[in-house]
Each structure stands twice: as C-alpha cells, then as structure tokens.
C-alpha cells in the first residue's frame, strides 16, 4: 500500500460531494493501515463494496451526505453524516470522518468538519451530531472539541482492533444555535 505524498502548505483543500466515480478512493483512503485501525469498519475495504452506496443517487428525503476532501485533484479524506431514521432519533446523526496519514494535520479534516457541521446546522435540520472515537486518537479528540463535540461517555471494550478490545469515546455536539421560526414582522 502507497502512502499518500504529504500536503505542501500552499495547496487548495477542495471539499465536494462525493460521486460514484470515487469509490477507488474511498477504499484507499479508509484500507491505509494507519486510517482503518481508528474506524469503526472492517480493514482491507473494496473498490466494490464503496460501489453501491456511492452509485445511489442523492436522496434529499435521508439526509445522507458523503464529502470527499481533495488536493491536487487527489482525494485525502472523506467523511459521512447519516441521520438515525427512528422517529424520536431524527434530530440525530452519525457523523464520521477518515483522512490519510500524509494529509493528517494538514487542514483536511477542519475542512471535512466545517462542511460537515455547516450542512447540519444549517440544512440538514440536525439538532445532534454523534460520533464514537478510540480514546487514544488524540489528534481526531482535539479536532472534535474544536467543533463543539464534547464527551459524554467512554464506551469499555467496544470494538475489536487488531486483537483487542479497545475503548471509545462517545462524543457528541448539539446545534451551537438551533433553528426558529422566521415569523412575518407585520
């Protein structure tokens, strides 16, 4: 497996919605070693298994939103915002977030976060962004309470990593100012 070139500081960080064309990149950026073993997902994912989901044309009725971030016409990082469908859930959304290793600490995932939480605040009529993190992804912690997560509780043996059970954070973050009603003034 290639590591991604690292991010010359002048470069453009272009976030876009991602299409099905991107597939091959989603299963490279999340298949980095480095990347999979802070994810939720199984390691080794496929060109094919990123296919479908990304083939389905938008449907505004889910809210469902994936991003890529790119530099140099490369995608660097990715993410995902998933609403929970439950009724008494629907002010709720999972939101996750993946960037290579040579991008890490570059402004990729700021990027993807500030796309992310501006589509939640203001379009995706979210109250609650979640998120669960290892508790030893520091830098991902940081990033998160730079956008307003907070920790709520620390999941014990949650996923399974390379062989151990490791712990996570739940963390989430609640709308900074939550929508009203813009009522006639006359």
């Known amino acids: 497996m290639s590591t ?28 980095h070693p480095e990347v999979f073993a802070n994810l939720m997902q199984l390691p080794l994912p496929t060109e094919e298994a990123w296919r479908q989901p990304l083939a389905e044309p938008d449907n505004a009725n889910s809210g469902d939103l994936r991003l890529v971030a790119e530099v140099g016409g490369r995608v ?30 570059k402004g990729v995932g700021r990027a993807l976060m500030q796309a992310m939480c501006d589509f939640a605040d203001g379009w995706g009529q979210l109250l609650r962004l979640e998120l669960t993190v290892f508790t ?4 991902a912690i940081r990033l998160y309470e730079a956008f307003g997560f907070r920790i709520e509780g620390t999941h014990r043996a949650y996923a399974l990593r390379a062989g151990v059970y490791e712990d996570v954070h ?15 003034t006359n």
Request: net charge positive; hydrophobic share 45%.
């Open 4 to 31: 991604a070139p690292a991010i010359p500081p002048a470069e453009t960080i272009l976030v876009r919605r991602a299409r099905p064309g991107d597939a091959a990149a989603f299963a490279r950026v999340m298949g």
């Open 76 to 105: 660097v990082g990715t993410s995902g915002l998933h609403p929970v469908a439950r009724l008494r859930r629907r002010h709720a959304a999972m939101l996750g977030i993946s960037v290579e290793p040579g991008a890490q600490g």
């Open 136 to 139: 030893d992804n520091h830098r």
């Open 170 to 184: 739940a963390m989430a973050r609640l709308h900074p100012n939550p929508p009203g009603v813009a009522w006639p």
